[in-house]
């Protein structure tokens, strides 16, 4: 029996775990990337380090217009077979509160273990191969600058427009689009927010701990807390990537986004002026300002001081969103490719048999903390042993 060809565009994270699926149940694949080398973005990811899953799965970890969508591929391929899956390949983990990473530090060798792998399973990784078109001929043709690969399956992984790593060029939208898929409008996601103001170089390099939350019309939708981080144009940190995508999609659809920041969240508002007034009892000498050393750095004491009302300040300092960062600046995107249209347990679109697809590409995105990764692993394993299958 001749073997199955499968064709995945895109050698990323997604893709590269597809073709492997793919050859382990018997396929022919080969990997098309544009790139010189596969796998470019893993290598940036977790600052060079790989966050690569988390062993937690928080309710609201997945986000998108189907968030439930998920589960199909997770179900098959779980945050535990993720870690099976590259501990057989040889990674060696260390858990940091429940995220993953290689114990080697090192970004690069997942990607080496991956590569390994395919290769050891005779996948062709075709790289400076950029992906043009696809098309129904006699069977599937994907067609890059000046060749063409027959398949009985195609795996489309070629990712999002997110961050400046070449290759995240949005492509695969167009491909998708060229096929009668939907795309929902990419927007950057998991990125800083610009503020209204002209006074934030005031504070700008603090670090500190706070909650956020997000006001979309008015109303305060979305709360997280952790290290955030003061910049120049607004704010940043991981509490303000978490609720990022909500912010920036409330703004494309011309919605008010504001954030109230709380910078003492431990001391509950109306406790705040009998806390200030214990602090001034014991240390009547200090002046307003003195009186918050010790509990926030001193350039943040200077903006907080230099507000009206500094209850206020503290506990809900307001902040008129402008905008999200670009998609350069960006590590992920929300929207992408309609799941709708695609089977949630195969990764096959409900549009085109054999025609499959995985990865970021997909109208899903994840929270910080090794989601985006996880998502990718799950998706392109289930997109690569479905696609895999002998067509009956
Ligand atoms: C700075 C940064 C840090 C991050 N850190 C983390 C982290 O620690 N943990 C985490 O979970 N997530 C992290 N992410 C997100 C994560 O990297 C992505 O969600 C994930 O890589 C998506 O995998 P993918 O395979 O779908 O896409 P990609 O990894 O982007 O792979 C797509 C591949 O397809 C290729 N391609 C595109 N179009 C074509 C075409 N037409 N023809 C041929 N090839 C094509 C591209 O060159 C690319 O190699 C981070 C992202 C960034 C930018």
Request: proline residues 4%; hydrophobic residues 40%.
């Amino acid at each position: 029996m001749s073997r199955k060809k499968v064709v995945v565009a895109g050698g990323g994270a997604a893709g590269l775990t597809a073709a492997i699926m793919a050859a382990r149940k018997g396929a022919e694949v080969t990997v098309l990337e544009q790139n010189e080398k596969p796998g470019k973005k893993i290598c940036a990811t977790g600052n060079g380090k790989c966050n690569l899953s988390n062993t937690k799965l928080p309710k609201d970890a997945y986000r998108g217009s189907h968030p439930q969508f998920v589960q199909g591929a997770l179900s098959q391929f779980s945050q535990q077979d993720t870690r099976s899956f590259f501990e057989k390949m040889g990674i060696y983990f260390t858990d940091r509160d429940g995220c993953l990473y290689p114990r080697s530090g090192q970004a690069q060798s997942v990607v080496d273990v991956l590569v390994l792998e395919a290769r050891s399973l005779g996948v062709k990784i075709k790289t400076n191969e950029k992906v043009t078109g696809i098309r129904r001929e006699e069977c599937w043709k994907v067609y890059t600058e000046g060749w063409h690969y027959p398949a009985e399956a195609v795996i489309l992984a070629n990712g999002s427009k997110a961050s400046a790593i070449s290759g995240s060029d949005g492509s695969g939208y167009l491909l998708a689009e060229a096929l009668g898929h939907h795309v929902i409008k990419p927007l950057p996601a998991l990125t800083a927010l610009k503020c209204q103001g002209k006074g934030f170089s005031a504070w700008a390099g603090v670090r500190t701990e706070g909650e956020v939350t997000l006001c979309i019309d008015g109303k305060p939708l979305y709360r997280e807390r952790g290290e955030l981080q003061l910049t120049e144009y607004g704010i940043s940190g991981i509490p303000v990537f978490q609720i990022s995508r909500y912010a920036v999609r409330a703004l494309d659809e011309k919605k008010a986004v504001s954030l109230n920041v709380d910078f003492l969240p431990e001391i509950a508002v109306e406790s705040f002026p009998g806390f200030l007034e214990e602090r001034r009892k014991s240390c009547p000498y200090k002046s307003e300002k003195e009186l918050l050393l010790g509990i926030f750095p001193d350039k943040l004491i200077k903006v907080l001081t230099g507000q009206k009302n500094l209850t206020e300040a503290v506990k809900a300092f307001p902040l008129k969103v402008t905008g999200g960062m670009s998609f350069a600046q960006a590590q992920v995107c929300s929207g992408g490719v309609d799941t709708a249209e695609v089977d949630c347990m195969t990764m096959e679109s409900v549009l085109n048999k054999g025609i499959y697809f995985a990865g970021e590409l997909l109208d899903i995105d994840g929270m910080c903390g090794g989601y985006n990764l996880q998502w990718a692993w799950s998706s392109g394993a289930c997109a690569g042993s479905h696609a895999a299958e002998i067509l009956s």
